[in-house]
């Protein structure tokens, strides 16, 4: 059974910090990882998607990778920024089924 | 392009009173469509999903249930809920044979 962890639970950030949030899966058999922001209250904006071919995706200061084999993703924030703030979820994609992580809570402090 | 819709965006009901939630997809045909749940402190788990009309799949046991009554309209109901059945509740769909999913805004469900 897949299991999706991610790790901090909870990060608070002064601002300008560039900073790594974490997602790790327990089966490699995965299609594709996908990274959400979701702020409070709100539904889900995708960020990024990473097909299981590639290694990483880039949009403008977010920055993804994925290693299927060792199970783990990464999200790279540049110079964070207050708008920031919100809950990053990952999702690793498999057949009619997303699993999602429980999510990183970030604070950007201006 | 494709949209999806959801509502009510708010709900507020007692215990043991009935549930429907609608989504609906436009611009497309025969999606693959999705309930998940977020409960208050889990992450979001998939409740339901559908390849067809009539075509119902669950992946936990629960006080739910869903329906497709036509191509691109799902539907989540209950008969009488819970107090554990509040949340916020994500429909989502995908073209069909293809695993991207696309999320709709919401329906937040409190039950008192």
């Known amino acids: 059974k897949q299991e999706v962890t991610q790790i901090p639970a909870a990060l608070s950030v002064p601002e300008g910090e560039n900073l790594v949030l974490n997602c790790s899966f327990t089966?490699?058999?995965?299609?594709?990882l996908q990274w959400f922001r979701q702020d409070p209250g709100k539904g889900l904006t995708s960020l990024l998607l990473i097909q299981s071919s590639q290694r990483e995706q880039t949009s403008g200061r977010l920055n993804a990778s994925l290693d299927k084999s060792s199970g783990r993703s990464t999200l790279y924030i540049a110079a964070s920024q207050p708008g920031d703030s919100a809950t990053y979820l990952c999702a690793v994609i498999g057949t009619y089924k997303y699993i999602f992580g429980t999510g990183t809570r970030l604070k950007v402090l201006a | 392009s494709q949209t999806i819709h959801q509502w009510p965006a708010t709900l507020v009901q007692p215990v043991g009173s009935p549930l429907s939630l609608e989504c609906t997809v436009e611009?497309?045909?025969?999606?693959?469509l999705y309930w998940y749940r977020q409960a208050a402190g889990r992450g979001l788990q998939l409740l339901f999903y559908s390849v067809g009309i009539g075509q119902i799949s669950s992946e936990v046991p629960q006080n739910l249930s869903a329906s497709r009554p036509q191509d691109r309209q799902f539907i989540l109901s209950s008969k009488k809920l819970l107090l554990s059945d509040s949340g916020f509740y994500l429909c989502a769909w995908s073209f069909m044979g293809q695993e991207t999913q696309y999320f709709g805004p919401g329906t937040r469900l409190l039950v008192l």
């Open positions: 611009g497309t045909s025969n999606p693959n």
């Open positions: 089966d490699s058999a995965i299609y594709n």
